[in-house]
């Protein structure tokens, strides 16, 4: 069974820093596009950042040139480097990927259980 599971959340002061891992587990044969979301309370869960398998990038405009994502492709792991962290910044976020399992051959979407980020002013 295939698996993502996130660390690193916790409590920030304003302006500071987080860096979210998040680790791809079980049998697997490749995985495409590696992402992070994110939902506040009373709101919808929103992208924050993806990465490609070939290491494409997107941000959401409100965390650009705050926000960093990477891949390590032969660990399956996604990080995102959070800095100059804001109290509009905290949401659960969830790590999201597609993932081509060992022995099949139609990949699937994945969501990890969440990591909280509570950053205070």
């Given at each position: 069974?295939?698996?993502?599971?996130?660390?690193?959340?916790?409590?920030?002061?304003?302006?500071?820093?987080?860096?979210?891992?998040?680790?791809?587990?079980?049998?697997?044969?490749?995985?495409?596009?590696?992402?992070?979301?994110?939902?506040?309370?009373?709101?919808?869960?929103?992208?924050?950042?993806?990465?490609?398998?070939?290491?494409?990038?997107?941000?959401?405009?409100?965390?650009k040139?705050?926000?960093?994502?990477?891949?390590?492709?032969?660990?399956?792991?996604?990080?995102?480097?959070?800095?100059?962290?804001?109290?509009?910044?905290?949401?659960?976020?969830?790590?999201?990927?597609?993932?081509?399992?060992?022995?099949?051959?139609?990949?699937?979407?994945i969501?990890?259980?969440?990591?909280?980020?509570?950053?205070?002013?």
């Amino acid at each position: 069974q295939v698996q993502l599971v996130e660390s690193g959340g916790g409590l920030v002061q304003a302006g500071g820093s987080l860096r979210l891992s998040c680790a791809a587990s079980g049998t697997i044969f490749s995985i495409y596009d590696m992402g992070w979301y994110r939902q506040a309370p009373g709101k919808q869960r929103e992208l924050v950042a993806s990465v490609s398998k070939g290491g494409s990038t997107n941000y959401a405009d409100s965390v650009k040139g705050r926000f960093t994502i990477s891949r390590d492709n032969a660990k399956n792991m996604v990080y995102l480097q959070m800095n100059s962290l804001e109290p509009e910044d905290t949401a659960v976020y969830y790590c999201n990927a597609d993932i081509l399992p060992s022995g099949t051959y139609f990949a699937y979407n994945i969501w990890g259980q969440g990591t909280q980020v509570t950053v205070s002013s």
